[in-house]
């Protein structure tokens, strides 16, 4: 069910504008950008995007029958291997769909199914393996009657009924168990890794936070001369890497974190509940913003809500703006009348927005060509050490 081919297979992407969500055409195909390289991601070629725009979505299939057809089509006359929806299908309109395609031979994804293999493809410790295991059965169990179309009965009728349903009831079971013994575990793992936290005493956390493939990762390379994996990939970094660092003296722990992504579903969140309790204990938070990237603003939102849902109160936080190096804009004409667009701010108009704007520190740097690396380091001194004497004030003679 979830993919796991190494080649790569041709993949059409379909994205629906909302209009009952607030979903615009723009903020469709920015969400479409997002999803294609979560299937580069994954191994998949995009070969071909569908969009449409609907009221609200189609209670049976999702989208219309006519873009349905449309679809089938192109999938049947290019060879097409998977279709994507950019939004979680209802275990109804998913079983719909693939009877539509039935015989085309393609397989039929949602977003969260997506995320999940890449998930799934990512973990290296058995505590992310267990993580991604629960989320993934979590995610199977209401859509199981498409895995037994073949034991459906034909007729109602006392006597005819057939073993489609005991074997569905008996699987639904199987998988309500391994649900059930994949929580058990995992919070025996949970308790362990408190216990890890509670172990490292009372050194000052940093935790590095912000949205996938924001260079977190390269950061903490950078900063603590280790070699965590980093790649210009989605969700490069499952498992949480944690690193004991000194400034000037001052000791400190700095962990590198999962990254949040637009319409994460809920059951995910709570399946890296564990991951996400080191955002939830740290002293301090890190949220790295990619500020090359065209949506790096709602980027920003969307990470600023989430960590707004995770944290009981508000931390000392800087908000590192990575990637100048990548920073492009396009200069308006001086005749040009058209309102301001994203495009057309440089960074340094960027700055003096971001400085009416944001709370807390800010800092512009590049962790791949490490500009301005030291000007963080300082930020970063400056509010640990103000954590760190207020918890060893015996130890005033380590500052200068």
């Known amino acids: ?59 049976a299939t999702f ?9 089938k089509t192109y999938i049947t006359e290019n060879e097409v291997n998977i279709v994507i929806f950019d939004d979680d299908l209802s275990p109804t309109q998913l079983r719909n769909i693939e009877g539509e395609f039935k015989g085309v031979g393609v397989k039929v994804l949602d977003r969260t199914n997506l995320i999940l293999d890449i998930f799934a493809k990512r973990a290296r410790t058995s505590h992310a393996k267990t993580q991604v295991e629960l989320a993934q059965y979590q995610y199977l169990l209401p859509r199981l009657t498409g895995l037994w179309t073949h034991l459906e009965r034909q007729k109602g009728g006392i006597g005819l009924r ?37 172990n490292r005493g009372k050194l000052v ?31 490069a970094t499952l498992d949480t890497t944690v690193r004991k660092i000194a400034i000037r003296n001052v000791p400190f722990l700095i962990a590198d974190t999962v990254g949040f992504i637009r319409k994460l579903p809920h059951h995910l969140i709570e399946s890296f509940k564990s991951t996400l309790d080191e955002v939830r204990e740290a002293d301090v938070i890190i949220h790295i913003v990619d500020v090359s990237h065209p949506q790096f603003e709602d980027q920003l939102r969307v990470v600023n809500a989430t960590l707004s849902e995770l944290l009981k109160e508000p931390k000392p936080t800087i908000t590192v703006f990575n990637k100048i190096d990548a920073f492009c804009y396009t200069q308006k004409e001086a005749d040009d009348l058209t309102p301001m667009e994203r495009q057309n701010y440089s960074l340094e108009d960027l700055k003096n927005k971001r400085m009416s704007q944001q709370d807390g520190e800010t800092v512009y740097i590049s962790a791949a060509k490490k500009e301005n690396i030291e000007e963080l380091k300082e930020k970063m001194y400056r509010i640990v050490r103000e954590i760190h004497a207020a918890r060893f004030p015996y130890n005033d003679f380590f500052y200068d």
Do not use: C, H, W
Not at 174 to 193: F, G, P, S, Y
């Open 63 to 71: 989208i219309g029958s006519g873009k349905l057809d449309e679809i």
């Open 1 to 59: 069910m979830f993919y796991t081919e190494k080649e790569r297979e041709k993949a059409v992407l379909v994205g629906v504008a909302i209009q009952d969500e607030g979903v615009t055409n723009e903020k469709m195909l920015e969400y479409l950008d997002e999803l294609a390289f979560l299937a580069e991601t994954a191994g998949a070629e995009t070969v071909k995007v569908f969009t449409q725009n609907l009221p609200k979505p189609v209670t």
């Open 205 to 235: 956390r940093v935790a590095l936070a912000g949205y996938t493939n924001v260079g977190k990762s390269t950061l903490m390379n950078l900063l603590s001369k280790s070699s965590v994996m980093a790649e210009n990939k989605l969700f």
């Open 162 to 198: 057939g073993p489609g349903e005991s074997e569905i009831e008996t699987d639904r079971r199987v998988i309500r168990d391994k649900i059930t013994r994949l929580k058990e575990q995992l919070a025996k793992i949970d308790k362990q890794m408190s216990t890890q936290r509670k």
